[in-house]
């Protein structure tokens, strides 16, 4: 269905702007419903696509009256257009995407299939205060000590008096949550939680809750689906009221070999988190930093990037790639490196049902460094493992619940116990190897209470937003629940948006769809094989210098030459992208490089340890320091990149970082060909 007319567009107390505001009258008298031509071929259709009805093609917003009316271009295999645009297909993203197409046409654009994201690998639950001896305050409370209180009041309150509603309505949606022998719903406790408030699929609700999400999805007649593309970078345009205008998104189509330019007037951001900027996480592969990288280089407010979480319980087994202690990591082959996520997690539940930790001597350790012993927040429990392991050099310790009923047991962790018996760990019988791996990241794309950014058109919620919730560290389960949450609020404020966009600055669409250049270096290019192996090569090498500089445990000496690392990374993956072409290995590296440069460069500003950030330098945390850390300028205006140039060059290097074995150069005629030069690279 096409937008509503009569929808308040700003109510009372919004923070609309005199511009938008004069036009409020003219929008809501409008009586027409709005359309618009649907531009493009579903070029590469998912199992999600649907053929378009004729009779029902004009469903893109646009207010249909002859001076605002939208002029399509010729149908073009390289352009779509809709009324909203969502990147990612998590719970955040689905929880929009299904709410929002009550309002108009919807494509969800997602990297990998449809149900292959962070959601789905969540296992312990959903928080909901359902209990009657519960409350919401409490909640709250939990919240705000957890995230060591540089968490947003508002933001916290929002989601915990907001989520249980939420929840529920998800329930009633289909999904299929444990419950007690009365029909109840079972609630489990997790650390950090004063109270039995997590909602759970036995121990795999974040694959039970996609599945109902997922199901909905393919059979809503407003949504499209996109699998396996690609966002490369954000589509802008200038706003009516000055600044820039998010229109879209340019993709990668699956087949690597052609580019499509999504045009909407609203673009969701809902792909997730970075976890793959670390050789150890939970993260599924498609964890690039994707979302927060292409809102980076729009020019979009971050914050909070300095704060990483690293969950305490990753199953280890020697037989898994990538487990070591930190400080082999560098003589890691290549290889292991590469494969080494994502890490089997162990779920927070597990010590939330009684599970004990314990070191290799055999002591339990938790009680030594916190009182709420195995219930303390994650950052603490995953401080109080490295440190075990430091100490002893050991590569894990080990989780236990086997003191509980094994029926209990069974029931409550089906997954986890048959995924450690296959690795010859019986749990009912057997303690747990485990150790930390990098898990989620607290911070992001700076959005508002409906999930705005500093940039009009463009939104963001779930992990790739930072929404104040979190603070400097996660209370366990929130994480589902601020997607579920803020994906729902986003709906009116970004309607209200397409709907003014659609009124006033109907030439901006139509350039954005006029306007793609998929040709030169913005066209699609698969790498040789030299090159793809220099790509994956310096992937590693960054993985390795976050692992040691913003880690579990932090220096400022680290951070600081980290950032040169970081930065001598950046000029010669910037060089490939001007010069090469368009490929997802490529742009993902670029995207890790941006990410990996935002969280040293919020590390280095915070002289402090709090929540996830623990710099030895700045061992306790400092009253008057408890205050986001937002970026909102580019790299090169926070780093000296020509004097890092300038170093290189007098190093007598070459090439940045010497180049692929038999890499091709530039031809005197013809396509460009990889060059990683160092002049190939502007400030």
């Known amino acids: 269905m096409a937008l509503s007319a009569t929808l308040s567009v700003f109510p009372s107390g919004s923070s609309a702007t005199l511009a938008e505001k004069r036009f409020e009258h003219r929008l809501l008298n409008q009586s027409r419903l709005f359309a618009t031509q649907s531009v493009g071929l579903n070029r590469c ?6 053929p378009t009805n004729n009779t029902n ?21 390289a352009v779509q257009q809709f009324d909203f645009l969502v990147l990612g297909s998590g719970i955040a993203g689905l929880t929009y995407a299904l709410k929002v197409a009550e309002h108009g046409r919807v494509a969800i654009v997602t990297k990998g299939e449809i149900s292959e994201g962070a959601t789905r690998y969540a296992q312990g639950g959903i928080c909901a205060v359902l209990d009657t001896s519960d409350s919401v305050e409490a909640h709250v409370r939990d919240t705000m000590i957890a995230g060591a209180f540089l968490n947003d009041p508002r933001a916290v309150d929002v989601v915990c008096r907001e989520g249980p509603q939420y929840v529920l309505e998800l329930a009633d949606f289909g999904a299929r949550f444990t419950r007690t022998g009365g029909g109840d719903l079972h609630l489990t406790r997790e650390g950090g939680h ?34 396996n593309h690609f966002a490369v970078d954000l589509v802008l345009g200038e706003a009516p009221v000055g600044g820039p205008l998010a229109l879209g998104a340019d993709v990668l189509c699956p087949d690597k070999t052609t580019m499509a330019r999504f045009v909407a007037p609203v673009t969701m951001l809902a792909t997730g988190g970075a976890g793959q900027v670390y050789p150890l996480t939970t993260n599924p592969a498609v964890a690039t930093g994707d979302g927060m990288a292409m809102a980076h280089r729009a020019k979009a407010a971050v914050a909070n990037l300095e704060f990483v979480q690293f969950h305490p319980t990753a199953l280890y087994s020697p037989g898994c790639p990538g487990y070591t202690t930190p400080a082999a990591l560098d003589n890691l082959p290549s290889s292991l490196v590469e494969n080494a996520g994502p890490a089997f997690l162990i779920s927070e539940a597990v010590r939330g049902e009684g599970g004990r930790l314990f070191n290799l001597d055999g002591d339990r350790f938790m009680l030594d460094y916190d009182e709420r012993a195995e219930l303390a927040p994650r950052d603490v429990v995953a401080r109080a493992i490295h440190s075990e392991m430091s100490a002893s050099g050991s590569q894990h310790v080990m989780l236990d619940i086997s ?7 069974l029931s409550h962790f089906p997954n986890i116990a048959a995924h450690c018996a296959n690795l010859g760990v019986d749990i009912t019988q057997d303690a747990i190897p485990v150790k930390p791996a990098q898990h989620y990241m607290c911070g992001g794309v700076q959005a508002g209470l409906h999930g705005e950014t500093t940039i009009p058109g463009l939104f963001a919620c779930g992990e790739v937003a930072c929404s104040g919730l979190h603070g400097a560290n996660r209370l366990a389960s929130n994480s589902l629940l601020e997607g579920l949450v803020f994906g729902s609020r986003s709906v009116a404020k970004s309607t209200q948006h397409a709907q003014f966009i659609a009124a006033t600055a109907p030439g901006a669409l139509r350039a954005a769809a ?72 490529v742009v993902e590296l670029h995207n890790l490089v941006t990410v990996g440069e935002l969280i040293l460069s919020s590390a280095l500003q915070r002289r402090e340890s709090r929540g996830g950030h623990f710099c030895e330098d700045y061992p306790d945390p400092v009253p008057t320091a408890a205050r986001a850390t937002v970026i909102n300028t580019s790299l090169k205006r926070r780093l000296d990149l020509g004097k890092i140039k300038a170093a290189k060059q007098a190093g007598g290097s070459q090439t940045f970082g010497g180049a692929a074995p038999g890499s091709p150069r530039r031809k005197p005629a013809g396509k460009r060909e990889l060059s990683i030069s160092p002049r190939s690279v502007e400030e």
Not at 403 to 409: C, L, Q, V, Y
């Open 45 to 50: 259709p998912s199992r999600f696509s649907r």
């Open 57 to 77: 093609k004009n469903l893109i917003v646009s207010l249909a009256t002859p001076e605002t009316s939208l002029k399509q271009p010729s149908p073009s295999p």
């Open 194 to 227: 004063s109270a039995r408030r997590i909602v759970h699929a036995a121990d795999a609700t974040g694959a039970e809750i996609e599945r109902a999400l997922v199901a909905a999805t393919a059979s809503h007649p407003n949504i499209t689906v996109f699998e």
């Open 403 to 409: 003191h509980k009923p094994k029926s209990k047991i």
């Open 514 to 585: 006029e306007g793609p250049n998929f040709t030169g270096p913005r066209a699609p290019r698969a790498l040789s094989q030299a090159a793809s192996a220099w790509v994956a090569a310096k992937r590693n090498e960054l993985t390795k210098v976050m692992w040691n500089s913003a880690g579990i445990v932090r220096h400022q000496a680290k951070i600081q030459a980290a950032l040169q690392d970081v930065a001598e990374i950046y000029l010669e993956i910037r060089a490939l992208c001007e010069n090469y072409g368009v490929n997802s290995e």
